[in-house]
Nanobody, 116 residues
Framework: VQLQASGGGLVQAGGSLRLSCAAS????????MGWYRQGPGKQRELVAE???????NYADSVKGRFTISRDSAKSTVWPQMNSLKPEDTAVYYC???????????WGQGTLVTVSS
């Protein structure tokens, strides 16, 4: 599985941004796709994920502000990030997991900077 991430950039607080992650390869075997982030001096944390059955999980800090979606082919996921806050500033990483194969795949990070 290969992941190509896009999006990111600079946005003012209160603004919106959308990231995108396109998967290729053994797409049908992907169990979950999601986005993680790592802020300055912080550990990498889950932002949002969508499972193969369509269920979603969100970090408490983004609930009500971020929405993760995917296309019908289940090959691209994108979080719509609204009401962004300076504390959302981080490098965002796309991740895909294949549970049966016990493998995780990471895309390249993309920087999101929210100015106050």
């Amino acid at each position: 599985v290969q992941l190509q991430a896009s999006g990111g950039g600079l946005v003012q607080a209160g603004g919106s941004l959308r990231l995108s992650c396109a998967a290729s390869g053994s797409i049908s075997s992907i169990s979950v796709m999601g986005w993680y982030r790592q802020g300055p001096g912080k550990q990498r944390e889950l932002v949002a994920e969508i499972l193969s059955d369509g269920s979603t999980n969100y970090a408490d800090s983004v609930k009500g502000r971020f929405t993760i979606s995917r296309d019908s082919a289940k090959s691209t996921v994108w979080p719509q990030m609204n009401s962004l806050k300076p504390e959302d500033t981080a490098v965002y990483y796309c991740k895909a997991s294949r549970y049966l194969a016990r493998k995780d795949y990471w895309g390249q990070g993309t920087l999101v900077t929210v100015s106050s």
